[in-house]
């Protein structure tokens, strides 16, 4: 397992000026045409305006912090994205509208290649998880402020925005956190077996 910090993060402003993605980490992927097999990324949006379509990719979001932001998913309305809220997930091919009235919104997105990975994102509230066990064949933990972690009696301090990857099946971090802390648990799971 690795720690990686926000500081870290590969930094990609948006063409349209309205945002900034920063990577936190992804999978390259051998499919003709396809960038990567998954990829892990916070972004900052900064106002109002499309967001990019990724055809054969499906994806979901969550406000981390900030503004809330209105998704218009093909035309109609999407549940707001509140800070620390629930996961959405939606087609990368759709045609996504983020109305955001002002101020700045910091969101974690996870993206899968429809037809070669699945992936699931779960929000922890970590007054009452404070074990998480790897169920997937890609773990990966985003915490959204200081947390201690405990992996095979080595501590870990993370900090908001860092991210731990390389969690194995059946790995088990041990987490301490006050009581209104909350991270993301993304888990990713291939339907073929990836070239190596």
């Known amino acids: ?62 406000a981390l912090k900030g503004n809330t932001v209105q998704l218009i998913v093909d035309g109609n309305p999407s549940p707001k994205l509140v800070a620390l809220g629930t996961p959405f997930t939606f087609l990368g091919e759709a045609i996504v509208e983020a109305v955001n009235d002002g101020g700045e919104t910091t969101d974690l997105n996870i993206m899968t290649l429809r037809d070669h990975a699945t992936h699931v994102m779960k929000r922890l509230d970590l007054a009452t998880v404070k074990t998480v066990t790897g169920k997937h064949d890609v773990s990966i933990i985003v915490f959204t402020e200081r947390a201690q972690c405990v992996i095979e009696d080595r501590p870990l301090q993370a900090g908001a925005f860092d991210a731990l990857v390389e969690i194995g099946f059946d790995d088990s971090v041990h987490i301490t956190a006050e009581n209104t802390a909350v991270a993301y648990l993304i888990g990713i799971d291939f339907k073929q077996p990836r070239s190596m």
């Open 1 to 62: 397992m690795r720690l990686l910090r926000a500081r870290e993060h590969k930094t990609m402003p948006w063409k349209n000026g309205l945002g900034v993605t920063h990577e936190v980490a992804l999978e390259p992927s051998t499919v003709d045409g396809a960038q990567f097999l998954w990829r892990v990324s916070l972004a900052t949006i900064k106002g109002s305006g499309p967001f990019s379509v990724f055809p054969g990719i499906d994806r979901s979001i969550v």
